[in-house]
């Protein structure tokens, strides 16, 4: 059942966090902790009628928190003496489906064809990267790199998480 669900609502959850939150990142680990609680209490609670409304509504509430921690950290840490940390800018959206978006973030022409293809399989396609690596018949290891690395990359680069921005670079295969 979960593997079900992983499969057809990963990128719809991931996404719809992202573009909430304007945060990759943040999205993805909010996104792995609602799956890996479904995974917890589904079996013994069963699962809800809606499971994307219900992992979109807990992988917000992680993120929330999470937002929440840090914000609370930032008060504090002048007490600590560790430099302030910046605030999370929230990303309005004109699309509402922020996947769409997710694949415009994913081919911006700065990160590499492979990398392109690789991101937007971890991302939308929920695979896991043993199994990309197995794609592109590489190690684990070399993937789960490459992916650190395009993603730093991403956030180094200040690529935008919106789609108006990010047509206006064409890519090798055209308008990305």
């Known amino acids: 059942m979960i593997d079900e669900v992983f499969r057809s609502e990963w990128g719809r959850v991931f996404a719809s966090l992202a573009g909430f939150l304007g945060d990759v990142d943040l999205a993805e680990e909010a996104t792995q902790e609602a799956f890996v609680i479904a995974a917890e209490k589904w079996p013994t609670d069963g699962a809800p009628d809606n499971p994307g409304a219900w992992l979109t509504a807990t992988a917000r509430r992680r993120a929330i928190d999470r937002l929440r921690r840090d914000r609370a950290f930032a008060a504090k840490a002048p007490l600590l003496g560790v430099p302030e940390v910046e605030e999370v800018a929230m990303a309005e959206?004109?699309?509402?489906?922020?996947?769409?978006?997710?694949i415009f973030l994913r081919c911006h022409p700065a990160l590499a064809?492979?990398?392109?293809?690789?991101?937007?399989?971890?991302?939308l396609g929920g695979l896991s990267t043993d199994a990309i690596a197995q794609a592109f018949l590489v190690s684990p290891g070399t993937m789960k790199r490459r992916l650190t690395r395009a993603k730093t990359k991403i956030k180094v680069a200040g690529i935008p998480f919106r789609c108006h921005r990010i047509m206006r670079y064409p890519s090798a295969s055209g308008w990305c």
């Open 93 to 102: 959206t004109a699309i509402p489906d922020e996947r769409l978006e997710l």
């Open 113 to 123: 064809v492979d990398a392109q293809v690789a991101l937007t399989l971890r991302a």
